[in-house]
């Protein structure tokens, strides 16, 4: 098979990362090799039609997609479903396959043990030699180039909103650069008072409640939002402690909201890329519970990693004193109803 179009390909992986980090790539001249990508949907079917056709036993079957493209176009296609702009791709004669696996060892997070020998093949032209595939193994649809990297890009975005690539994570077996980059800010707190008087804390966040601490930074960020055109912290919230599903909270909305559990945000603020705050409330006995505070950002191109390391220094400010500001507000709360007279 040629490349494989779907999360977790090493292949498909390599090109995604080059595509997201470098906007203009000196690529050595394979990358004007043709090839025939292929849908892992439609694979899966090439393999489990093998077992059903007793035609297919020993023979060697070349499977191959829609379209023959080549690679320089493959990044190009790719990019423009990233959603980024115009990739300038420089193709020079010097770059052996070791210096360029060595280069994407550098560039992504998938080693260049794994990278050589895929460089390796990618000098070679891989276009099904024959028809074969297509008469002994029909499919109703092979994916276009287009179609298969939507596929793959999107397969954790179907169904309702909350299935995100934040909520997806690895299966069992992935590679640790399966999936495409995604920053995080995790924190931690216990906290002397019973899981409802935190959660009920964490559901005042924003409006004139504020962040529990920074707001000066949070004021400063939504001014900067609406200056350039996104809402700011102006909208609010529609009530002071009560949170629905999908409802707005200054420049967040509600994504997810499990009573008791957890409260998912995700940022509707501009960032070059896809922002969520996550809060999940663990009980470790009556009157104690475990707060977990997840900040979790995935870039979007180069301008998108540079954003996260440039605010990174902010994080042990801003989200520290959030995760402090609730501790104190929760216990606080059991505080005043112990001293209440019965």
């Known amino acids: 098979a040629a490349v494989i179009m779907g999360a977790g390909s ?11 980090r470098l906007p203009v790539m000196v690529t050595p001249k394979w990358v004007q090799t043709e090839s025939q990508p292929i849908g892992v949907e439609n694979v899966i079917t090439y393999l489990t039609d093998c077992l059903k056709v007793p035609k297919s036993r020993g023979k060697t079957i070349d499977i191959g997609g829609a379209d023959i493209v080549r690679y320089e176009e493959l990044m190009r296609i790719m990019a423009r479903e990233l959603g980024l702009p115009k990739r300038w791709i420089i193709p020079v004669p010097v770059l052996t396959p070791r210096l360029s696996s060595l280069w994407i060892g550098l560039v992504t997070p998938v080693s260049s043990k794994i990278a050589r020998p895929l460089a390796e093949g990618l000098r070679n032209r891989t276009v099904c030699r024959d028809d074969l595939a297509r008469h002994l193994l029909p499919q109703e649809k092979l994916l276009t180039v287009t179609e298969a990297i939507q596929s793959a890009l999107n397969h954790v975005d179907q169904g309702d909103i ?14 640790d650069w399966a999936g495409g980059t995604v920053y995080q800010d995790e924190r931690t707190t216990e906290i002397e008072a019973d899981a409802e008087t935190a959660y009920r804390v964490i559901c005042t966040i924003g409006g004139n409640h504020g962040y529990w ?38 420049f967040w909305r509600v994504r997810k909201i499990i009573p008791l559990k957890q409260l998912t945000l995700y940022a509707e603020m501009w960032v070059p890329g896809d922002a969520e705050l996550d809060f999940t409330i663990e009980p470790i006995s009556e009157s104690k519970c475990r707060v977990t ?6 870039p979007r191109g180069l301008t998108g990693i540079l954003y996260w390391y440039s605010v990174a220094p902010l994080h042990h400010f801003v989200f520290q004193a959030m995760l402090n500001g609730i501790r104190r507000e929760s216990e606080e709360n059991v505080q005043e109803l112990q001293t209440q007279p019965q």
Do not use: C
């Open 10 to 20: 090493a292949s498909f992986e390599i090109l995604r990362y080059l595509v997201q």
């Open 162 to 175: 909350e299935t995100n690539w934040s909520m997806a994570g690895k299966i069992p077996g992935d590679p």
């Open 213 to 250: 601490g920074s707001d000066y930074l949070w004021r400063f960020r939504g001014l900067i939002d609406q200056f350039i055109g996104g809402p700011g912290l102006r909208r609010g919230r529609r009530h002071p402690t009560h949170l629905r599903y999908g409802e707005a909270v200054d």
């Open 293 to 298: 505070q997840t900040a979790r950002f995935r």
